[in-house]
């Protein structure tokens, strides 16, 4: 996605330059490019926007409940541990921030692992839970209650916080693309449907 989204970024910006280009052979060609970058870019951002907004249920898959006992909100991440010849070793997902006594369910892949472990921030940087969890039957759904703060393993949390950490830079960099991105749609769909005078 993030290819794409580069794609569009430059696309976006040479039809803004495009823009110029009203006279002469260029004319009809600049005002075509720029309609398919328009039609193209608001595609792949809706397709994915709809991917990202449906229930992500995974064939296959290990439902995991996780149910916030604690008297404050916590912001949970999964960090799954795949097999060694996997393209991705360990693999990091966002729950989001559950409420007291609320509960979030989330579909992990475990076809190429047995192990997961969830970790718990309250607030941005203060890691206050993790718990280490084996999935020896994968045909049984996991329902995991957090009833205290606990860190099972200080040199592993250590390790899930990095991951997390680069998860989260990862997330923040390709957010920053997407608003350059409809920056750029937005500033090219108004030249396109602005009147000459």
Do not use: C
Not at 25 to 47: C, D, H, M, Q
Not at 112 to 137: A, C, R
């Amino acid at each position: 996605m993030v290819f794409i989204i580069l794609v569009i970024f430059w696309s976006s910006l040479l039809s803004l330059f495009l823009y110029k280009v009203k006279r002469g052979k260029l004319a009809n060609w600049a005002k075509g490019f720029r309609i398919i970058t328009l039609v193209f870019s608001f595609s792949v951002f809706t397709y994915w926007f709809i991917k990202k907004s449906a229930v992500r249920i995974v064939q296959d898959s290990v439902a995991l409940q996780l149910i916030n006992k604690l008297p404050q909100p916590l912001d949970f991440y999964v960090v799954t541990l795949n097999d060694v010849e996997a393209d991705n070793a360990i693999e990091t997902q966002h729950i989001g921030v559950i409420r007291p006594e609320y509960y979030r369910i989330e579909y992990l892949k475990m076809e190429k692992s047995d192990e997961y472990w969830i970790v718990g921030y309250l607030g941005k940087k203060n890691l206050v839970y993790f718990s280490q969890h084996s999935v020896p039957n994968k045909n049984i759904d996991q329902i995991i209650e957090v009833n205290n703060y606990i860190n099972q393993s200080a040199k592993l949390s250590d390790l899930a916080k990095k991951h997390i950490d680069a998860y989260n830079y990862e997330n923040t960099k390709l957010g920053i693309w997407v608003v350059l991105d409809f920056l750029l749609l937005f500033l090219n769909l108004t030249l396109l449907l602005r009147k000459r005078k």
